[in-house]
């Protein structure tokens, strides 16, 4: 079944620097999704990617899908103390294995 | 209404208990699905259901039986469990239908189960 390896594991950041998590497939995706779980919470969609090269943006929150649609980014521009969590990528379900990444987990200090 | 519940909020059964975890949804989604989240780790897909019924199931031991009476209700009834089934149990939502292109998911907040 397909792998989403997702780096790095935790990023600890000074409040007002950029923050950067990264999703790596070995097989082409159909598409790409992006959650955030606050701690204690539950996971909240973000985005959903789906075309080559694709880049969307939300605030200070910017994604990207690869060319080859193997990877996935999510970038934070000027972090606050709201965006602490565990931010998640999340590859398609198909009849086969469905895979979340392993999740980064961003600590802000202010 | 954009907001999926789930009962209880925690649940703490004996290995010999049986008990449910309810899920509701009233947005119309015609997708619902069951994870299991241990901590720091990411939530586990467990079972889909399409239209109610029974689309996905990754593998899931039997001591875990999924039912979805209607649209809207998605149940986990668990027999005979383990210790090492203790966990977060998200129920969740979609309008589009895997493997489709478009299915944002809306999760619950969980059943947190201990099992002793």
């Known amino acids: 079944g397909q792998q989403v390896m997702q780096i790095p594991q935790y990023q600890h950041v000074q409040e007002g620097e950029d923050f950067t998590t990264y999703c790596n497939s070995s097989?082409?995706?159909?598409?790409i999704q992006w959650y955030k779980q606050r701690p204690g919470g539950h996971p909240v969609f973000l985005i959903q990617?789906?075309?080559?090269?694709e880049v969307k943006k939300q605030k200070r929150l910017t994604f990207q899908f690869g060319e080859a649609k193997k990877n996935s980014s999510l970038h934070i521009t000027a972090t606050q103390t709201t965006d602490v969590g565990t931010y998640f990528c999340?590859?398609?379900?198909?009849?086969?294995?469905?895979?979340f990444g392993d999740g980064t987990t961003l600590t802000v200090k202010p | 209404d954009t907001e999926v519940t789930q009962t209880p909020k925690h649940l703490v059964m004996g290995m010999t208990n049986k008990k449910s975890l309810k899920c509701e949804q009233h947005?119309?989604?015609?997708?619902m699905y069951w994870y299991k989240q241990k901590a720091k780790k990411p939530p586990e897909l467990m079972f889909v259901?399409?239209?109610?019924?029974?689309?996905i199931n990754e593998s899931v031991p039997s001591r875990f039986s999924p039912e979805c009476p209607n649209s809207s209700l998605l149940n986990l009834h668990l027999h005979a469990l383990q210790p090492e089934d203790s966990a977060l149990y998200l129920c969740?939502?979609?309008?589009?239908?895997?493997?489709?292109?478009?299915?944002?998911?809306?999760f619950g907040p969980g059943t947190r189960l201990t099992v002793t």
């Open positions: 969740a939502s979609s309008q589009g239908v895997p493997p489709k292109s478009s299915y944002e998911q809306y």
């Open positions: 097989t082409t995706l159909s598409n």
């Open positions: 990617l789906v075309k080559s090269g």
């Open positions: 999340a590859g398609p379900i198909n009849a086969g294995k469905s895979t």
């Open positions: 947005m119309g989604h015609r997708a």
């Open positions: 259901y399409s239209y109610e019924k029974l689309s």
